[in-house]
Each structure stands twice: as structure tokens, then as C-alpha cells.
Nanobody, 122 residues
Framework: VQLVESGEGLVQTGGSLRLSCVASGRTVSSYVMGWFRQAPGKEREFVATMNWSIGSTAYADSVKGRFTISRDNAKSTVYLQMNSLKPEDTAVYYC????????????????WGQGTQVTVSS
């Protein structure tokens, strides 16, 4: 499975940004897709996850109500819509795929994209 993220950008506090992750390779519709982020000097942290086939979702408490994960089956693309952005959302965002036993744990995912930078200015 190959994952390619896009949508990086610099926005002001309160702004919005949408990240995309195009998946190719094996039948991605059977995978669990995740978004993670990593700020400088910090560990990679869970942001959101979606079971591609049934559409169930889960979010980190820090982004709940502000971020939305969604998918477009025809385009094999997973999105992360980010609203009401805060400076603490600044990080490199990664798309991941796999069959995680722990959906919040980065180590549970098998495939990763290259990451895309999100910067929120105060």
C-alpha cells in the first residue's frame, strides 16, 4: 500500500485546512486508516482513525469537534478536515493504514505516508 499526503499549509489561528491521503496498491477499502501528527521534539500522536469499509471513526480528545476524517471510495482518498486550528496543532501530519490491534497506537499501523506540514500561526 502506498500513501501520499497533500494539503500542507500555513494558516492563522482559527483557520481551516484539509489534508488528503491518496491510497494505492492493495484493496485499501479493507484497511483501517489513521491520521497521526508529530511536532518537533515530541512523539507521534494519534489524531483520528476510520475503518474504511464500515466508516466508523474515532478522534483524539484534543481534536474532537474540530477535525473530521472522511473518505472518498471512488478516489481511494481519505481526508482530514481541520477547523478552528490552534498553534498547538502545528506538526507534520501522517496518513497511516493497516489492521491495528490498538487503533490509537502508531506502532500498530503497517503503512505510512511521507507526511505533510501544517503550521498554525498565533
Amino acid at each position: 500500500v502506498q500513501l501520499v499526503e497533500s494539503g500542507e499549509g500555513l494558516v492563522q489561528t482559527g483557520g481551516s485546512l484539509r489534508l488528503s491521503c491518496v491510497a494505492s496498491g492493495r484493496t485499501v477499502s479493507s484497511y483501517v486508516m489513521g491520521w497521526f501528527r508529530q511536532a518537533p521534539g515530541k512523539e507521534r500522536e494519534f489524531v483520528a482513525t476510520m475503518n474504511w469499509s464500515i466508516g466508523s471513526t474515532a478522534y483524539a480528545d484534543s481534536v474532537k469537534g474540530r477535525f473530521t476524517i472522511s473518505r472518498d471510495n471512488a478516489k481511494s482518498t481519505v481526508y482530514l478536515q481541520m477547523n478552528s486550528l490552534k498553534p498547538e496543532d502545528t506538526a507534520v501530519y501522517y496518513c497511516a493504514a493497516g489492521f491495528p490491534t490498538l487503533w490509537m497506537a502508531a506502532r500498530s499501523y503497517d503503512y505510512w505516508g511521507q507526511g505533510t506540514q501544517v503550521t498554525v500561526s498565533s
